[in-house]
């Protein structure tokens, strides 16, 4: 076994949920923003542009939660964090919550759902990604999920101290 949990889900030593998550962050934190130049100047474009963040950001992230499941399922010491699950279900739930979002804009159209859907849901989103993202940062910092302890370490490799007992860490 590994000294710290090790991501499955990897080019190389490289894990995938890292690279992926950038993506509906940006897209689905870019959305509210989208809303408010919609609400301040009246273009319709940049209610179709918040719109179709929302459903980019659906769509990325359903790409890094196929990674997250991976590393979730394959490792029980991630399934045994608390930070695990609570970086889990906050996701699905900001992902459910952006579908919903997305819904009704393409139900009634992009402009007419912005108030007073998209001004709730979207910042709704945001706040949990937020939190989420907290979680996420104390799996890798805390609790070093798929981190290498030592330069030139492998992922099963065991720890040896360099410097006076000293650590090194780098993720990986």
Known sequence: ?????????AIGEHPLHP???????AFLVAAPI???AFI?????????????LIGAGIVMALAAAVAGFTDFLSDSRIRNLNDAWYHMAGNLTAVVLALINFYLRYAQGA????????VVLSPIVVGILLFTGWKGWEMVYR?????????GQTSSEPVTPHHGGE???RAA
């Open 34 to 36: 989208a809303d408010l």
């Open 19 to 25: 690279m992926l998550i950038p993506f509906p962050v």
């Open 40 to 52: 301040g100047t009246g273009d319709g474009f940049w209610a179709r542009a918040a719109m179709w």
């Open 167 to 169: 650590s090194h860490r």
């Open 111 to 118: 402009e007419a759902a912005i108030k007073p859907w998209g």
């Open 143 to 151: 609790h070093h999920v798929a981190v290498v302890d030592a330069p």
């Open 1 to 9: 076994m590994t000294i710290n949990p090790k991501t499955t889900a």
